[in-house]
């Protein structure tokens, strides 16, 4: 059974960091590429940020390009997002998700449960 | 960006009674490749997005037959024959040809 567990989230003032983490398992979690999604609270979805299997392909939304960094350590099975200079805006549940699109395309099978980050003062 | 707008954006309806979704895409989403990379998805209340439907028109691994996606270019509806009470939540569509991947607002399922 495929699962993906985040953790890290929690209550962060502006300009705070964070570092979000996802442990996969039931899968050959080295095979497939991973995302960052997240919704805000009472809101839609919107994509965070995009990683190959093999680290080699990373993207990032405009809204976090500069402040955010996606990353994996495939022997550990896990997936990161390192949240940096964070914005009243960045408040919402950030999910992993995984993603078996070859290269012409992105799309989630299946996600994580969710970890709340709320930045306030 | 790809613009994804949904219609309607919420919607009652008495079990047993077919439902329809409709999501235009702002550019196509047929790619060279000869495929059409439009995705639905369910979040179901207090959860995380469930997939339903991929490339249009397959369903997901344990998805119920009552489901069905239909379209092409940059329209696209999301059929169900005979709603049940457990399909209740928020449907979103979503194109993964195009960076950013980007989603519909939503089209909240309520039961009458």
């Not at chain 1, 402040?67 to 960045?90: C, G, H, P, V, W």
């Not at chain 2, 489901?67 to 979503?94: H, N, P």
Request: glycine residues 10%.
């Amino acid at each position: 059974e495929v699962q993906l567990v985040e953790s890290g989230g929690g209550l962060v003032q502006p300009g705070g960091s964070l570092r979000l983490s996802c442990a996969a398992s039931g899968f050959t979690f080295s095979s497939y590429s991973m995302n960052w999604v997240r919704q805000a609270p009472g809101k839609g979805l919107e994509w965070v940020s995009y990683i190959s299997s093999s680290s080699s392909t990373i993207y990032y939304a405009d809204s976090v390009k500069g402040r955010f960094t996606i990353s994996r350590d495939n022997a550990k099975n896990s997936l990161y997002l390192q949240m940096n200079s964070l914005r009243d805006e960045d408040t919402a549940v950030y999910y992993c998700a995984r993603d078996p699109g070859g290269p012409a395309t992105a799309f989630f099978d299946y996600w994580g449960q969710g970890t709340l980050v709320t930045v306030s003062s | 960006d790809i613009v994804m707008t949904q219609t309607p954006l919420s919607l009652s309806v008495t079990p047993g009674q077919p439902a329809s979704i409709s999501c235009k895409s702002s550019q196509s989403l047929l790619h060279s490749d000869g495929k059409t990379y439009l995705y639905w998805y369910l979040q179901k209340p207090g959860q995380s997005p469930q997939l339903l439907i991929y490339e249009v028109s397959s369903r997901f691994s344990g998805v119920p037959d009552r489901f069905s996606g239909s379209g092409s270019g940059t329209d696209f509806t999301l059929k169900i024959s005979r709603v049940e009470a457990e399909d209740v939540g928020v449907y979103y569509c979503m194109q993964g040809i195009h960076l950013p991947p980007t989603f519909g607002q939503g089209t909240r399922l309520e039961i009458k």
